[in-house]
């Protein structure tokens, strides 16, 4: 698992990491999500040991990422899919990998097939790639030691949609199989598909924290019935705030429970009562994130 504890990082008189502590358990792919410059990228740098901490720390399977005898077969990280050597080929970038890292060369054909990445492509000066190809080649990058845990930042970007549902799939795969993955995104959307927990940043602190399941639950409670305000008005006798909005659906804080037993005892016939997950994501990211949102860029600056 990837441990965090009390993580600090200043730069001067600019704090960029506060006190952040958090766990990414194995088994489970945990959503790292906050708006720019909260203090994602700083905290994964630390992780990896690109950038020391001013004081807490940061293990991965126990050690701090300097202390692995190979890291690489360890821990497969992503955190800039466009860093990789333009001059190269992907072929010669895995092979380098694969030397540094002890691995058969037969690795580098079985991850390439594994990113779906041709021999054509292969053998391509990575100059010429692609935005999604080079994701794909950063993706085997990481997987080609076979690690235990993976930490990917924003890698799905520039994948099209057809990318995008097999990078979901691989990275469910691994962590049925037990694998640990720390996933940073803009696409929200994404990690409401594929997130077992969350870990929300803003302004270098975490806001927020648990399962995906306990968190979206606090997006309360969506309504589709005959009469709106009929069941507004029957929730509000109960002591329990409801919002009918303009599309005719009814938003309450309370559980789908609580709203179901209201509306049988007021006789009000409901099309539809789930929780509200469809948007709530979303509208739970951008409430947790609200002070360090900038006007215009909320949802597009959601984890870079």
Not at 18 to 42: M, Y
Request: proline share 4%.
């Amino acid at each position: 698992m990837i441990v965090i504890e009390s993580l600090t990082r200043k730069y001067g008189g600019f704090t960029a990491v506060n006190d952040v502590t958090f766990t990414a358990h194995a088994g489970r792919v945990t959503g790292f999500l906050g708006p720019n410059g909260a203090g994602k990228s700083t905290t994964m740098r630390i992780m990896v040991g690109l950038t020391p901490p001013t004081s807490g720390s940061a293990t991965i399977l126990g050690r701090a990422f300097a202390d692995l005898p190979n890291p690489g077969r360890e821990v497969g990280v992503l955190l800039d899919a466009s860093a990789q050597h333009a001059g190269r080929t992907g072929r010669e970038i895995l092979t380098i990998a694969q030397r540094t890292m002890g691995l058969p060369k037969s690795s580098v054909a079985a991850t390439l097939a594994r990113v779906s990445l041709t021999d054509e492509e292969a053998d391509r000066r990575v100059r010429n790639y692609s935005l999604g190809m080079r994701q794909r080649l950063g993706i085997a990058t990481a997987l080609i030691g076979d690690p235990e845990v993976l930490i990917l930042d924003e890698p799905a970007n520039g994948l099209d949609p057809a990318g995008i549902r097999w990078m979901r799939d691989l990275l469910r795969g691994f962590a049925d199989d037990g694998g640990t993955v720390l996933l940073s995104s803009h696409l929200l959307h994404e990690i409401e598909v594929i997130a077992d927990d969350l870990v929300v940043i803003g302004n270098g602190r975490i806001v927020a924290q648990g399962s995906k399941d306990e968190l979206l639950a606090s997006a309360g409670t969506l309504v589709r019935c005959a009469s709106p305000s009929g069941l507004r008005d029957a929730l509000a006798a109960a002591a329990i705030d409801a919002t009918v909005h303009a599309d005719g659906t009814v938003r309450t804080d309370a559980n789908p429970t609580q709203v179901g037993e209201v509306a049988l005892a007021a006789r009000i016939a409901l099309s539809e009562l789930r929780p509200a997950e469809g948007a709530g994501l979303e509208e739970m990211f951008l409430e947790l994130t609200a002070s360090s949102q900038r006007e215009g860029n909320a949802t597009q600056g959601a984890a870079a």
